[in-house]
């Protein structure tokens, strides 16, 4: 095998591995309500449990993120995440150890003064604002 061989199998290689990583962290564009968004139906909150404000549908690099608050006398009593990123696996898992931790914070700070979680910042920053929005929709904060 001459060296000009060898030359096009190590690039006919290399541009395989290249198409194949581009091909695996592809992601869709997340305009309008995209396949793989997590929307819940109905807010969760029983009838006379306190009111419900949602934020604003916040987008992010991987997808909207939008939270809603439940306020009992002025405290929050319950934060859920009503829309966020499940488009593929990645989001799935992110957002399962992220959401609850997220959630946990925003009832202990009672505000959106909350630490990111790491290795989902975008998640968490969307979080942040739209619960932010949710908390000024509520007079709160």
């Excluded at 696996?89 to 992220?98: G, K, T």
Aim: glycine share 12%.
């Amino acid at each position: 095998m001459g060296d000009s061989s060898m030359r096009r199998i190590v690039l006919w290689l290399a541009s395989t591995a290249v198409a194949l990583v581009l091909l695996f962290s592809y992601r869709p564009s997340s305009g309008g309500a995209p396949a793989g968004v997590a929307t819940p139906a109905g807010s969760g909150n029983p009838a006379g449990s306190g009111k419900t404000y949602d934020g604003s549908t916040t987008p992010t690099r991987w997808g909207p993120v939008q939270v809603r608050i439940t306020v009992e006398g002025g405290k929050v009593t319950d934060v859920e995440a009503v829309t966020y990123p499940t488009a593929n696996r990645r989001d799935q898992q992110i957002n399962a150890y992220a959401l609850p931790q997220l959630r946990t914070e925003a009832l202990q700070a009672q505000s959106a003064d909350i630490d990111s979680v790491s290795g989902a910042t975008v998640t968490s920053e969307g979080y942040k604002t739209s619960l932010q929005a949710a908390l000024d929709a509520a007079g709160i904060g």
